[in-house]
């Protein structure tokens, strides 16, 4: 018995929650319909502020100012790394010098693109001296000039007569560099590769002053990539310069023998036979310097030769496939496309705004 009333309990307990759900589900319902229904009478002002959005839209599109796109493509061919010359290093280590390595392990695969979102590489082009009008100008001026920034430093007496030279910065400058690069690095430059299987990669900067885009995308792209193979092949330009110094100092030594010799021998013609150590010894003892010194500047120059081709088998090659030309591509909002955004983004807080009223209004009733 005990057992039966349990079950029937829980049973009891089961119908209950189901019709407390079936409540819940309709009145749900019940509210969506009540809220649709309200949002129908309320149709007029929501097609009317859609519309208010869809003119404030074009007249965004139609005051905005062009964006101008300056775009540079390019492939980069990673160089061997080692050159392939791994078999000749034990003749170099002779002198001292590695001729493989170059500077493989600084920059890998895609820290490229790293390199050209640095503030080294950006504050680097913003000190880049250009022409404009036939006048020498920092791009960074350029830049202050078509942002109109000195009306906004007039108030302040420490950057309202600032200038910029591409050698020494100040504490000032500084900052204003920095605010700057921050600015360029968010919202102007765009580094990236548009396949990643390939090796093309794309520098874009967008800028209201279409001066300002296109010499500054070229400069970056000239001061990076520039940057990128120096660093890149820095240990083997150093190896060839130490090779190419050792070769021209033993090849001297070599000279300064022979030449020694033929003074020697110029300078006794009619030689004693009894006295021939005047003339022997100091002869022998330049063949020996000479032909010692022969031997080792033939290893340094196969050395040398060897190096020098490590040094172009390493270095990267980078070959531009497109760059900026005027007049440059112009970025800017269409009339129809903001009309439409505008329109639906009006709408719907119109409706977040008035399904919001309605909730409030029956909580309080």
Known sequence: MGLKKQNMEEKAIENKRIQTEQVSLKEVVLKLREYYGYLLSKWLIIVLLGLLGGVLGIAYAWFKKPIYVAATTFVLEEGEKGGGLGQYAGLASMVGIDLGGGGGGIFQGDNILALYKSRSMIQRTLLTEVEYDNKKQLLIDRYI???????????KPNLKNIQFTSSNVTRVQDSILGSIVKDIDKGILDVAKPDKK???IKVEVQSGDEFFAKNFNEQI?????????RTKTKKSIDNVAILQQKTDSVRAVMNGAIYTGAVTADATPNLNPARQAQRVVPM???QFNAETNKEILG?????LELSKISLRKETPLIQVIDQPIYPLEVSKAGKSKSAIVGGLLFGFLTVIILLINKILKDLMA
């Open 145 to 155: 000039d078509f942002n109109k920034l000195r009306e906004s430093w007039k108030s």
């Open 198 to 200: 390939l090796n093309i």
């Open 221 to 229: 792209v000239k001061n990076v990539n520039d940057f990128y193979v």
């Open 284 to 286: 022998q003892r330049s």
């Open 299 to 303: 290893e340094l120059v196969k050395n």
